[in-house]
């Protein structure tokens, strides 16, 4: 019996032992490197290519990344309470809004960012940062239109609603695009209303209704030669060989953030490095070009060629801006509404 | 229970022996674990959350199973979603038992070559062969192409994001579902019962009708239950093919957990889904039943 008691305890301190000798290296691997969240796609190549090298040579931080949408990462978050599975999130302005809401951020403090003086004011604050600026506007094919639609309103109208793809308020640009048509009819950032009637219209002429990640690939077939979509999207397009063109609306280019925050309980010291490196000028600038074509927010990179809606980043007030914290409790039903009225 | 061997000893350890002692259950235990930890423990907290009357998750109540049972837009959806699995269902027999029944009569080598095609589609992933349905069915797809060169149609059809497109571009990608379980029964049926039945007189129709499908009935209900099943909760291929217009279940239980974060309404939709999804298997499972039974006595 005692043989058997001492051959368990023997057993167990090695075990310790074990895993303590496995445990070690990892914690020291940890203090030299960070987990973000990261979009999919687009971003993740960019960052792969360009943020994880840089953050490596400046402050010999590794960069491991979660692929998720921002609505994932703010489920992901919310659903393991006080653990975040990462430790900076990247996030549109409704999901930051949401995460402001669940407490999921930890307090930020912008002094911490050494590039913060580079940034056009505003762009900081308790929350998080602005890393990269979202242009929203209309996409057309330029091979089957020949005058480019001028107006949110043209959308609606022959001959382009034949050959239109809708998309409702599951993203942002889709959300903000979709405001900004129902101001076109008399609405507002807080009554789509008008949007809904006027759809209700031209239901049956449209060409698509889609999921937003299927967008792409449909104006690609040519099953749809026009929608709202961001300069992104419609940067990648081209750089792919489809005939795309970005029409600034008569009324105006929506503008947004993509903001990055601390996830509340994350390790901080590498989190701040790593936005940080995402705002340097070298980064931003790289980010911009083909094929990544993310819009930068520090104010030394040169804009010019990158086929942006801009060439200075103060023409930033001149944008439509929409607030957030009105639109986010509205949204709900508008999703909802918005299954009801183009429901088959 | 206890053994004789093991009588004389007191009886809690008998009874824990006989537990310990091994059986072939015990091989299931891991599965069973498993079964328990991810399946019907989260199945429970989704039973849980569907409990609650608001977003946060604080108030008890069941107001969104009255908003959802109470609003004539979900049960549309709900039945929309059933009608879907039942057409792919359709087509997938009409389609999938003759292709069986050329199956069993091919010699080994056209077998292979038929078994790889019909497997194919479960080698690609799901996101390549919804987009090849793109790249088919599209505005300038090959069918429109086709059907344009040909004269048939002036301008191109709507194919993409109609039911039509959806059903049969499921069918294509759930046909592996419905032959497998197809053809491993078939290929069980002896072939004497063949041979037996025409040389009794029957035609070959006959011998297809009274022999070979009866049969055949527990592969085919086993195959219409995963076709079923699986094409219901298709959320990436309805979502795409089928775009936002078709509103089936598995996009308002995405919406409402990813998008506005309103998990007792995504409980909700998904337990409707799991019921009535299951309902429908069950009916399909009593019918193969009765139909087995029915078959054998006449």
């Given amino acids: 019996m005692s043989k058997l008691d001492l051959n368990r305890r023997n057993i167990l301190a090695a075990m310790a032992a074990a895993g303590g000798a496995g445990l070690m290296p990892s914690l020291a691997y940890a203090k030299g490197s960070v987990t973000a969240a990261m979009y999919p796609g687009a971003w993740e190549d960019a960052f792969r290519g360009i943020v994880a090298p840089a953050l490596k040579k400046a402050h010999n931080v590794e960069l491991e990344m979660q692929p998720l949408f921002a609505v994932d990462q703010i ?81 609606f109208r022959e001959p382009y609603v034949s050959r239109l793809g809708l998309t409702g308020f599951q993203t942002t640009f889709g959300t903000v695009s979709i405001i900004e048509i129902a101001k076109m009819y008399g609405g507002s950032e807080t009554n789509v209303e008008p949007f809904f009637a006027e759809v209700k219209k031209i239901l049956p002429k449209v060409a698509a209704i889609s999921a937003p990640a299927a967008q792409p690939g449909l104006f690609q077939q040519g099953q749809i030669d026009i929608m709202y979509t961001n300069t992104q999207n419609a940067g990648t397009l081209k750089a792919r060989g489809v005939d795309i063109e970005f029409v600034k609306p008569e009324t105006g280019t929506i503008a947004f953030f993509t903001t990055m925050h601390i996830a509340k309980g994350a390790e901080q010291a590498n989190a701040y490095k790593y936005i940080d490196t995402v705002l340097t000028a070298g980064v931003q600038e790289a980010l911009m070009k083909p094929p990544y074509f993310l819009a930068p927010v520090n104010r030394d990179v040169p804009l010019g060629s990158a086929g942006l809606p801009l060439t200075n980043l103060n023409q930033m007030d001149k944008f439509i801006r929409h607030d957030w914290s009105k639109i986010n409790p509205l949204r709900a039903g508008w999703i909802e509404r918005f299954n009801k009225e183009v429901a088959k | 229970m206890i053994s004789a061997s093991s009588g004389t000893m007191p009886k809690r350890s008998g009874r824990l022996a006989a537990l310990t002692r091994p059986a072939e259950w015990q091989f299931a235990l891991p599965l069973a674990l498993a079964f328990i930890a991810f399946f019907a423990a989260p199945l429970f907290m989704l039973i849980g959350v569907s409990a609650f009357d608001d977003d946060r998750i604080t108030q008890l109540g069941f107001a969104m199973w009255r908003k959802f049972l109470g609003d004539p837009f979900y049960w549309k959806v709900t039945i929309d979603t059933l009608e879907l699995g039942l057409m792919t269902v359709a087509a997938s027999v009409l389609i999938g038992y003759p292709l069986a029944i050329v199956y069993m009569s091919s010699g080994p080598r056209v077998q292979r070559v038929l078994l790889f095609i019909i497997i194919m589609p479960l080698l690609l992933s799901v996101v390549v062969r919804t987009f090849a349905w793109i790249v088919i069915l599209g505005h300038e797809g090959v069918v429109n192409y086709a059907l344009m060169w040909m004269g048939l149609t002036p301008t191109p059809l709507r194919l993409l994001q109609t039911e039509f497109g959806l059903v049969l571009s499921l069918t294509q990608i759930e046909m592996p579902l419905m032959l497998l379980p197809l053809i491993s029964v078939m290929s069980r049926i002896d072939p004497n019962l063949r041979d037996a039945s025409a040389a009794l007189g029957a035609s070959r129709w006959r011998t297809l009708f009274t022999v070979i499908f009866p049969l055949s009935l527990p592969g085919l209900v086993a195959g219409c239950m995963l076709v079923f099943a699986s094409s219901t909760t298709a959320f990436i291929s309805q979502q795409i093919i089928g775009g936002n217009r078709l509103v089936y279940l598995p996009l308002l239980i995405w919406q409402q957990s990813l998008v506005v974060y309103n998990w007792p309404l995504a409980a909700v939709a998904a337990l409707t889904l799991l019921v009535s999804v299951t309902a429908v298997v069950v009916v399909i499972s009593a019918l193969g039943r009765r139909g087995t039974r029915y078959l054998n006595v006449t």
């Fill in chain 1, 75 to 155: 489920a992901k978050a919310r659903a393991s309470r006080g653990a975040p599975p990462f430790d900076v999130f990247v996030l549109d302005p409704g999901p930051r809004i949401t995460g402001i809401d669940s407490g999921l951020f930890e307090k930020f403090d912008p002094k911490k960012l050494p590039s913060l003086s580079k940034l056009p004011a505003g762009m900081a604050d308790d929350w998080g940062v602005g890393v990269a600026a979202q242009f929203v506007g209309i996409a057309y094919n330029p091979k089957k239109f020949p005058t480019p639609p001028k107006t949110w309103t043209d959308l």
